[in-house]
């Protein structure tokens, strides 16, 4: 493993087989044992076993890498392994420990947008996306996560408006249009709903659960559960 290329993050993400982890698994426990004072170790491990779904583990060696090098980047790790478990509360201490003198972290604030719309919490969730946005302005997630969250509050037009803005910078970017969709679906144009998820299922690039989703609001029921069939043999 070498740290100075990203042949170690290749490996661990490329890797199914229950032996190639089992051993990777051990060479890591190795080099904690012969480099304590190193985190990346731990933060490699914990890559693996949050890629495996195994997410309390992973929160582990995240805290311990933590212990040795307590930088806000380790708190936005274990932030999200809680987010992925549905523990809402505790991934938001995190991301909250994580903004604590480092009130420009782009990473933190977004993911406690994200926590804080699990919550239910909509004008909370929409400053810590404005915050974002502030950051970057181009960012197509955080202008589809403005307009969720405006959408969520009603505010159909502001949603509108920040799901045309991500489809003017990335036309191919599906989530955008689902974005988009869903707006003229709560504000109950039907057939404006349509158009847009019509042009969504004819991208180049769709994703499997954008498209999915959109057959299925569209009543193309079969065609919709055929994907979800697909993608749940594929994993």
């Known amino acids: 493993l070498d740290e100075n290329t990203n042949k170690a993050f290749d490996v661990i993400f490329n890797m199914n087989d229950e032996d190639d982890f089992a051993l990777l698994r051990s060479h890591l426990l190795l080099k904690i044992q012969q480099e304590p004072n190193k985190s990346l170790w731990h933060y490699l491990l914990a890559l693996k076993y949050s890629n495996r779904e195994e997410f309390y583990a992973a929160i582990k060696e995240l805290k311990d890498g933590h212990s040795i090098d307590p930088r806000p980047f380790y708190l936005v790790r274990i932030g999200e392994q809680y ?111 349509k158009r847009t998820l019509e042009n969504l299922v004819n991208l180049e690039t769709v994703s499997p659960r954008d498209k999915a989703i959109s057959l299925a609001l569209l009543g193309r029921t079969e065609e919709a559960m055929s994907i979800v069939e697909q993608e749940w043999t594929m994993t």
């Open 83 to 193: 987010n992925s478990l549905g523990d809402y509360r505790r991934a938001e201490v995190y991301y909250r420990r994580a903004l604590e003198g480092h009130d420009d972290y782009f990473d933190a604030h977004k993911g406690l947008g994200n926590v804080l719309v699990h919550q239910l919490r909509y004008e909370d969730a929409l400053k810590e996306f404005e915050t974002c946005h502030n950051q970057r302005p181009e960012d197509v997630i955080i202008l589809g996560n403005l307009s969720g969250v405006h959408r969520m509050l009603g505010n159909f037009e502001k949603a509108k408006e920040y799901a045309e803005t991500a489809i003017s910078l990335n036309s191919n970017y599906s989530d955008s249009w689902l974005k988009l969709a869903r707006v003229y679906e709560m504000s109950g144009d039907d057939a404006e709903m």
